[in-house]
């Protein structure tokens, strides 16, 4: 058995959080090896947020021709998927490859070992015959797999996920959808405008469940009038297919069929694989437990999905920036001692004595009352901060305000395609916002403000005495202030 080699830090998956930490530690002056079993950057750039936007932006330029008649003349749309997955595979995965991807890391200074690695006691990451001995840190970054339900049949049948779905060169007739959440929507919608008979079966009571109900409705009828047919509360029992498509079997009796068969009802890390017993920690959750500067253990870091704080990229990447802070500024205090300036930051300031570059004085700590999130629907359905519900059972005193958006001027000019709202969640008690909810052509940028305020606690007061711009979809958060008892 080799020896271990010494180095700094080692970062397990370089996914959009570990390649990030890996990265910005590399070009920090430490010694950093980086392991990934799969594509580096993770499900984002490959399966997740890139090309499905991609996919995403053409379905909704398919969308708005067909919103020509009645507002500038008429016009006739011939979707073709062609161009689509061939910007996805030229344009935003390089057919799959992550050459760019690994020079990017190691032109920073780090090391790439391809792999699977595994923790070997503390300090030390085994992958194959080598093994490595962290002198500063372990960064787990290892993600999550779609988390696919134990219906009879499902999993002896070709069906697809996220990665198939984004992958494919030549649409299916007809999909069945098995989830109707965030993923699940997006890709309905898409494969629907391009021709596709599509049906979402879902097995709560609504689509979107984890967002406001309102939303759940406008994101639902938005569906059926691209001809996705919806089907909530039905629990899926049995799977079948026969060689030429899948028949999904629910309970009650009802039966779906279609040639293709999505699966998107969630995710979930997978820690029996990371070696968590030899440091001492529990394998059997869901995800791994960290603190708010995102520690599992001494001398081990996560970031990213498998840490169960939303699977969101800019989650990864916000994380990313308080574990590169932390570790800097554990490798400055092991070596030199205080930061001699004090001026030091998490995004790069004064070196220490030890030639560490960028350490950091103060480390921030995580924050996710105001995390933000986004369903690339159209409408969008963007979110922040709590719902209604979540407020109401923490025992918050809850005002709601609420304004629809075609009653908007903006709405009302849009006309076709303004089907949306915002929706406020406020602590009357503080007279702060705790929650927001924007739905509508731009959902997700009109969500930046009410980020903002959930964030930074802004008196609904002030938020009053603000100068809204008209004719913007932003005024509408004016109306729904107006609206709030």
Excluded at 26 to 47: I, N, T
Excluded at 252 to 280: I, N, Q
Excluded at 399 to 422: M, T, Y
Aim: glycine share 14%; aromatic share 4%.
């Amino acid at each position: 058995m080799a020896d271990p080699e010494l180095v700094d830090v080692v970062v397990v998956g370089l996914g959009v959080g570990g390649e990030e930490v890996a990265g910005r530690l590399a070009e920090a002056g430490l010694s950093v090896v980086g392991v990934e079993r799969d594509l580096v950057g993770g499900e984002c750039p490959y399966w997740g947020c890139v090309p499905s936007k991609m996919m995403i932006r053409a379905a909704n330029a398919i969308a708005e021709a067909r919103r020509v008649d009645g507002l500038a003349g008429t016009a006739e749309v011939r979707p073709d998927w062609a161009p689509v997955a061939k910007r996805i595979r030229e344009e935003a995965t390089d057919t799959w490859d992550d050459t760019v991807a690994v020079q990017r890391f190691t032109g920073k200074g780090g090391r790439f070992v391809r792999g699977t690695a595994r923790l070997d006691g503390p300090g030390r990451v085994r992958v194959g015959e080598r093994v490595f001995q962290a002198r500063h840190g372990i960064v787990l970054g290892t993600g999550t797999r779609p988390s696919v339900p134990p219906v009879d049949g499902l999993a002896d049948t070709p069906y697809w996920t996220n990665r198939q779905a984004i992958e494919v060169e030549e649409l299916p007739e007809s999909l069945l959808v098995l989830g109707g959440g965030a993923i699940g929507l997006e890709l309905a919608q898409v494969f629907a405008r391009f021709g596709v008979r599509v049906t979402v079966v879902e097995a709560l009571d609504r689509v979107l469940a984890v967002e406001e109900p309102e939303a759940s409705e406008v994101a639902a009828a938005a569906l059926r009038a691209d001809g996705v047919e919806i089907h909530t509360g039905v629990r899926a029992e049995r799977v079948s297919h026969d060689g030429r498509g899948f028949t999904l079997h629910a309970a009650g009796g009802a039966r779906f069929t279609a040639e293709r068969l999505l699966v998107v009802t969630g995710r979930r890390a997978h820690l029996d694989e990371l070696g968590l017993d030899t440091v001492g920690v529990d394998a059997g959750r869901r995800y791994l437990a960290v603190d708010d500067r995102l520690h599992v253990t001494e001398g081990i870091w996560a970031v990213g999905d498998v840490t169960g704080e939303g699977a969101f990229t800019h989650v990864a990447m916000y994380q990313a920036g308080i574990v590169v802070a932390d570790l800097l500024d554990h490798a400055r205090r092991a070596a030199g001692g205080p930061d001699p300036s004090g001026t030091a930051s998490a995004t790069g300031g004064a070196s220490g004595t030890t030639g560490v570059r960028g350490s950091t004085g103060a480390v921030p700590r995580a924050d996710y009352r105001a995390l933000p999130r986004v369903t690339f629907t159209d409408p969008e359905v963007g979110a922040v901060g709590l719902t209604e519900s979540q407020a109401r059972e923490r025992g918050v005193n809850v005002q709601v305000g609420l304004a629809r958006l075609p009653s908007s001027a903006r709405g009302w000019i849009h006309k076709a395609g303004n089907e949306g709202f915002v929706k406020l969640v406020a602590d009357a008690d503080q007279g702060v916002l705790i929650g927001a909810t924007s739905v509508g052509p731009a959902g997700g940028e009109v969500l930046s403000g009410l980020a903002v305020a959930v964030h930074a606690a802004v008196p609904l007061a002030r938020l009053r005495q603000m100068i809204y711009a008209y004719p913007t979809f932003h005024r509408t958060i004016e109306d729904a202030l107006r609206n709030m008892s």
